[in-house]
């Protein structure tokens, strides 16, 4: 465990045990929420959203802001992992809302790119590409 984290509880750990049965998968604390209220599992939604964030600072899970409009989603980052954590950039429907999660081998290499030619850096936590899904078109 992280130096950052202070306590290790109960609900601290049945919720890092949501994340790790569940990884790769993006979440929003009502998400999360849901989930525990239709398990039967007592855990209060203050206490929920004050271990995401204590999990983001310990760097075990990472958060994505997507936009103002929308909750942030969080994801598992296994902490014993020494690799860099793949890169995940958003798709944004306009008209429905749905998010869409990409890793594309084609994204991490135009990042490079932005790099090479325009030494630019893109943040993908903060990266969302607008436009309509599928079901919209």
């Known amino acids: 465990m992280n130096s950052r984290s202070k306590y290790k509880t109960k609900q601290r750990e049945i919720l890092l045990g949501y994340f790790e049965t569940n990884p790769g998968v993006h979440v929003t604390a009502g998400d999360i929420c849901e989930f525990f209220r239709s398990s039967g599992i007592l855990i209060g939604q203050s206490t929920i959203y004050r271990n995401l964030e204590s999990l983001v600072d310990e760097g075990i899970i990472n958060k994505y802001n997507i936009d ?28 429905c809302g749905k998010l869409i999660h990409l890793h594309c081998d084609e994204l991490d290499e135009m990042q490079a ?25």
């Open 68 to 95: 103002r409009n929308s909750p942030a989603c969080f994801e598992y980052v296994r902490p014993d992992s020494h690799e860099d954590v793949e890169t995940c950039f958003h798709c944004k429907c306009e008209k």
């Open 113 to 137: 790119h932005l790099m090479k030619e325009h030494s630019f850096r893109l943040d993908p936590m903060r990266t969302v590409f607008y436009g309509l899904c599928e079901q919209c078109m």
